[in-house]
């Protein structure tokens, strides 16, 4: 396994896969990375060499991904939760924020909007 950047990568998948395992890459981000470093498509982890390993930290190191990423996005929530507009109550409240309906379906929004903040209610 190739440890970068806190992340293990399995030997056995290939590169483009493998750099989803970061948290903020997805699917078209990792085949732009994989073009913009001219790694083949067919190409491996176990396969990569010191230098093209050395070449992707680099280039993982100059993005927002990770602990960087998710906490940029905790202060992003917490921001409009301070300033008290709509976003931020719809937060606060763990309710859907895009406009969505909650008559019926909101279930998932309720799990997942109180992650990212302490859940105390609606009080700011």
Request: aromatic content about 6%.
């Amino acid at each position: 396994m190739l440890h970068l950047l806190g992340v293990n990568l399995p030997d056995r998948k290939l590169v483009s896969t493998a750099l989803q395992y970061f948290y903020g890459i997805g699917e078209p981000t990792a085949l732009k990375l994989c073009e913009k470093l001219k790694f083949p498509q067919n190409l491996r982890v176990s396969e990569l060499s010191e230098v093209q390993v050395n070449d992707l930290t680099n280039t993982l190191a100059s993005m927002t991904i990770e602990t960087d990423l998710k906490r940029q996005v905790r202060e992003h929530v917490m921001h409009h939760r301070n300033i008290n507009n709509y976003i931020g109550r719809r937060h606060a409240m763990s309710l859907p924020v895009r406009g969505q309906r909650t008559r019926n379906n909101a279930k998932t929004a309720k799990r997942l909007n109180g992650r990212w903040v302490q859940r105390r209610g609606f009080s700011m």
